[in-house]
Each structure stands twice: as structure tokens, then as C-alpha cells.
């Protein structure tokens, strides 16, 4: 939710928010769900893409700077990773890749 309240904020003028979501190829021979957040607002500078997850980094006037720092926390105690694509339009896209379960292997049901 923090993320999508951050692409807003970051339109005070209007704009528009895509989420998109896929399974993508994880670690360990296993698939992953990767979550797009894209937005036409600004971006953010090059030099501010990793310290937007700092704990107390913030561009706004409002606010503590830690939304991003504990949804990194989140996403990474789940055994995922968060980071800020590197496009070249304007605007800004977060991307959030979590591991998906493997698939659970059921016994084959045996008649009575």
C-alpha cells in the first residue's frame, strides 16, 4: 500500500498508476511473483534510487521517511527483494519480487 500511496504523491497534478504482476523465474530453480508499480510523475534521481530505503531518507515536507525502509524490511523477511527499475521514462517503477510456494506433492488417493 505504501507504494501505491507514494506513486500518488508523487502526481499532485494527476496522472496515472499501472500495476502489473507476472510469474517470474526465482532463485533456486523455483518461480517467483514479480509486482510492477509504474507511475507518470517525476521519477526519482539516479543518485536517490537506493537511499529511498534508507530508514529517515525522505523527499517530501510530511512524513518520517520510513514507509519504504519497512516495506524493504517486509518484502525481504519474506525472502524477496524490492528495487527501482532503471528505465528511462519519466516516472517511476518499483519493482517487489516475492517467492512463490513450490507445489505440494499429494498422495494419490487410494480407493477403500
Known amino acids: 500500500m505504501n507504494i501505491l500511496t507514494?506513486?500518488?504523491q508523487a502526481m499532485p497534478h494527476g496522472g496515472q498508476v499501472r500495476v502489473r504482476a507476472r510469474r517470474?523465474?526465482?532463485?533456486?530453480n523455483s518461480e517467483a511473483?514479480?509486482?510492477?508499480f509504474a507511475d507518470t510523475g517525476p521519477g526519482i534521481p539516479p543518485e536517490d534510487r537506493e537511499r529511498v530505503f534508507a530508514p529517515y531518507f525522505s523527499t517530501?515536507?510530511?512524513g518520517f521517511g520510513l514507509g519504504?525502509?519497512?516495506t524493504k524490511k517486509i518484502v525481504e523477511d519474506h525472502g524477496g527483494r524490492i528495487y527501482i527499475s532503471a528505465g528511462e521514462a519519466p516516472g517511476t517503477e518499483m519493482?517487489?519480487?516475492?517467492p512463490l510456494p513450490?507445489?505440494?506433492s499429494r498422495p494419490a488417493a487410494t480407493a477403500a
Request: charged residues 15%; hydrophobic residues 50%; glycine residues 4%.
Open 33 to 36: 511473483l514479480e509486482i510492477r
Open 102 to 104: 513450490s507445489p505440494v
Open 6 to 8: 507514494n506513486a500518488v
Open 60 to 62: 517530501k515536507a510530511t
Open 24 to 28: 517470474v523465474p526465482g532463485q533456486s
Open 95 to 98: 519493482v517487489v519480487e516475492l
Open 68 to 70: 519504504l525502509a519497512i
